[in-house]
């Protein structure tokens, strides 16, 4: 069995117990701050990849939102980064609309990723080089449309603030419309799957979007943080993912207007 | 059979031909301006709707998006307020997440409400006075949340606009956190299931709004515009849908700082 085929065994019975343990009751806890949630199904779902992987593959590294290897500062070797729960207010609020995402690499290398939209039972999934699909059926390389007929993914809140807000408005305005769906995971396939065209938040952890970059890479969407440079999977990143030609639109002639200040903010990251 | 009966056996009949017809090609035309699309489902839909329901009830009035009944001007008699595709650009982007919504008076006053989110085969329905359902589901009374503890529905697209972004950022800088589905009937109905806590938005036409905002009061929910005065079906309106206590403190500690503003922008809808 490959570790691909292994991981993918793997997040559907992390899904199966999450839909069991929700019959149950939810326990909610906060974390940095009062809208900074985690529960009880986070950490068990966290528990139960990180033992599993380490059981079947002692060598292989685990970096999870909920605690696990954030002592790991290098790409060598087989590394998972695991978000347990992506979503987690809409997985409190909604009890759907979140997923379980997984980001194989290998010497730093994509191998394979993972996002399982539990409720709706869709397992979006590829091994690089190997196309990539949502459940059995294969996704299509991405087609390229302007930012004038694309809806795009982008949360209202970034609009309030005073640096990002100026920066972001233009998108919103030149766009077809925009989208809020809280889960930088699921609106990442999203764009794979061209129901968004692009998705841009300005500040996400490498749980949240390492399965759905694969993805996406997969069926030639370009992923990159705000000022076009790749991401890493060690330190937290803005995000910027769409088709090639809308993407490279957005870097030249939307964000990099405001360079410097994308620099600033980028260095509180390191 | 009531009215009530028919309706929901129709509603079923018109979301099952437009899964019929989404598997031919979907052809697009724009209408007031290149965002604002119709597509042949749109209008077979509503043509299917108008022509069963003038067959059945030749008294009823119908008023719908695609053009029917703009000229009713009265709330006399059965008036069914019709929304063959709510949320066309979902529509036509994604396939999904778009419904098809009916709201039915009599003399002016709600009789029966229905949004229908077709691919995910949920039909939310009532008949008022006799609880309100998701499919077989009783939908429950809306709990109180405080903003600080619900995720509101609002487009990031209000927020940069000039009157408005001032007077709708702090409202989405105290929620929780914000999202935007697209679809203002199923976002209405998404507050009647507790899914978000509120939905603002600064203008919809009645078919827009009237199967959701029966749906909503059924289950004691709050529907007003943004002055806080009641929604009208014969002409456009800004609308703040809620649980009561937090509808009271949108409009009293939010909206109500804006009141000049808001009466200006409503001047335009009548």
Redesign the interface.
Known sequence: MTVYEYAKGLILEAGNNVTKIMQQDIEIETKSN??DLVTNVDKATEKFLFENIKKTYPNHFVIGEEGHGHDVTHTNGVVWVVDPIDGT??FV??Q?NFAISIGIFKDGEPYAGFVYDVINNKLYHCKVGEGAFENEHLLQNLAHHTL?KS?IG????W??KPKL?PML?PI??DS???????SAALEIV?VAT??LGAYITPRLQPWDFAGGMIILSEVRGKATNMLGEPLSILHPNSVVVANANLHDDLINNYLGNYKDTLIKLHERFK
């Open positions: 009062p809208n207010l809409n609020h909604q759907e004038e809806i982008i949360n209202p809140n609009l309030t807000g408005q919103v305005e077809r419309s925009a989208r809020a769906y809280g999203f061209g129901k």
